[in-house]
């Protein structure tokens, strides 16, 4: 299957304070690429869909003027979390979805702790 | 709006013994089916899909799962449970081609006891 990679795989920052994510797709040009979150012992919540060149389509509740997304590339998405906040600590998961094996592979997450 | 059932908070098997994660789904037309498992700390592993075809779906690591329309379930299994498959397992869902974006179960999680 397709592989998908994220930077960092875990970060501790202060609050205020923005923090970058990476999702790569290793091996595929990927058109479309998700940006999930989950809380613990919580399944997956989608937070919005990432488009090569154009806006990401987020999902109702979820602040786009926070979690800015941008996907520049056919193998690169970014979500970065603006003035990070004790409650947007949680586990963030990236995949890609745009293949023709219409099977959604999923980056290994990163852990986002804000203090 | 398409929707997914794991009615299982948790599934406690001995190892050697056969295993079913339940999965129930509701979605309009012909649904793709997805199983994921989690491992503490990291990201889902794709484990099998079921798109079209036979009912019987095989995928990684001796698992299988059937794809029952009348019944709208997709219930996991395996054989031979091991101590490794400990995990959370996902079953997830999406209205059949042209769109990607997967609605998923909340989760079951499997512990395998030695």
């Known amino acids: 299957g397709a592989v998908v990679s994220q930077h960092p795989s875990w970060v501790i920052c202060k609050s205020g304070t923005s923090v970058k994510i990476e999702c790569r797709s290793l091996?595929?040009?990927?058109?479309?690429m998700f940006w999930y979150r989950q809380f613990p012992k919580q399944s997956l919540m989608l937070m919005a869909t990432?488009?090569?060149?154009?806006?990401?389509?987020?999902e109702q509740g979820v602040e786009k003027d926070k979690f800015l997304i941008n996907h520049a590339s056919l193998t690169l998405s970014t979500l970065t979390v603006t003035s990070a906040h004790p409650e947007d600590s949680s586990f963030y998961i990236c995949?890609?979805?745009?293949?023709?094996?219409?099977?959604?592979?999923f980056g290994p997450g990163t852990r986002l702790t804000v203090l | 709006a398409q929707s997914v059932a794991q009615p299982e908070d948790q599934v406690n098997v001995a190892e050697g013994n056969p295993l079913t994660v339940k999965c129930t789904y509701s979605v309009s037309g012909n649904p793709y089916l997805f199983w994921y498992v989690q491992y503490p700390n990291r990201g889902l592993q794709f484990l099998l899909k079921?798109?079209?075809?036979?009912?019987l779906v095989k995928g990684s690591y001796g698992f299988e799962a059937e794809f029952n329309k009348s019944q709208t379930s997709f219930h996991l299994k395996k054989p031979s449970a091991l101590v490794s498959d400990s995990a959370l397992y996902f079953c997830a869902v999406r209205p059949g081609a042209g769109s990607y974006q997967l609605t998923f179960g909340k989760g079951t999680k499997l512990s395998v006891i030695p």
């Open positions: 995949s890609e979805g745009g293949g023709p094996s219409d099977t959604q592979y």
């Open positions: 079921y798109i079209t075809g036979d009912n």
């Open positions: 990432s488009n090569e060149g154009s806006k990401a389509t987020y």
């Open positions: 091996d595929f040009q990927a058109t479309t």
